[in-house]
Structure formats: structure tokens, C-alpha cells
């Protein structure tokens, strides 16, 4: 396994990971109306669900010797919730990218890959269900 360019993919995943923790929160702060009783406790879940995930990749990183970034991506402030939305379905759709890829060089790895796995199916999951929402 190359070991730095796991951790390079570690820490591209962690940042868009503290991404989603500031999204989803900024959504739970800012949803108004009648989608408010519909959509904050999703936002407020989900950005739960992604503090857990940075945490748990953060924490991989430093196991595998590398230094955790505390990099976080420009999120768009729209109050528009089915913009919110669709941010939140490309966001959940490169994280579930970037865990299979960082997936495909794990190798020898096992516990890497079943961490990776896991993160796969979690992000996989989000995307159907921002999809069926969407719909
Ligand atoms: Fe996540």
C-alpha cells in the first residue's frame, strides 16, 4: 500500500467531511417555513452522522503516521432548501467517490478496507435517500 498517498486521500475525505459538518449545521440554523419541522432534524442528524465520520477518518490518518488537515471547503449559504439539497447530494456523492477510491489503494490493509467499506455504504446510503427526496 502506498502509505502517503492513502493518507493524501484520508485527509481529502477529512476535509470534505468537516465540509458537511458545517453544512448540514449552517442548514439547521437557516431552514425556515413549513420545511423547517421536515428538514432540521435531517440537517441536525447529518451533521452529527459527518463529525463522526471526520473523526473517524482524522483518526486513521494519525494512525497510519500522517498529520490530520484542518482544511474546510467554502459551503454556499442558500436558504433555499432545495438548493441546500443539492449541494448536500454532490457533497455525499464525492464522499462516497473518495472513500471507494482511497478503498481501491487500501490493499493489504484489511481494517483500512472495512473502515472504508463501511464509509462506502454509509455516504451510498445518503445519496439514495437525498435522491428519493429530491425526486
Ligand atoms: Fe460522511
Redesign the pocket.
Given at each position: 500500500m502506498n502509505k502517503e498517498q492513502v493518507i493524501a486521500e484520508l485527509n481529502a475525505i477529512l476535509s470534505l467531511?468537516y465540509t458537511?459538518v458545517l453544512q448540514y449545521t449552517y442548514q439547521s440554523i437557516v431552514v425556515r417555513g413549513l420545511d423547517m419541522s421536515r428538514f432540521l432534524p435531517m440537517f441536525q442528524a447529518e451533521a452529527a452522522?459527518?463529525l463522526t465520520?471526520a473523526r473517524l477518518v482524522g483518526e486513521k490518518i494519525v494512525a497510519l503516521g500522517g498529520i490530520p488537515t484542518a482544511e474546510v471547503h467554502p459551503i454556499d449559504t442558500t436558504t433555499d432548501t432545495r438548493r441546500m439539497l443539492e449541494n448536500d447530494l454532490r457533497m455525499?456523492t464525492e464522499?462516497a467517490k473518495l472513500y471507494a477510491q482511497a478503498l481501491s489503494h487500501a490493499e493489504d490493509d484489511v481494517a483500512l478496507r472495512v473502515m472504508l467499506e463501511n464509509?462506502v455504504e454509509?455516504?451510498t446510503a445518503?445519496v439514495e435517500a437525498l435522491k428519493r427526496l429530491l425526486a
Open positions: 467531511e458537511a452522522e459527518s465520520h455525499e464522499a464509509q454509509a455516504e445518503s
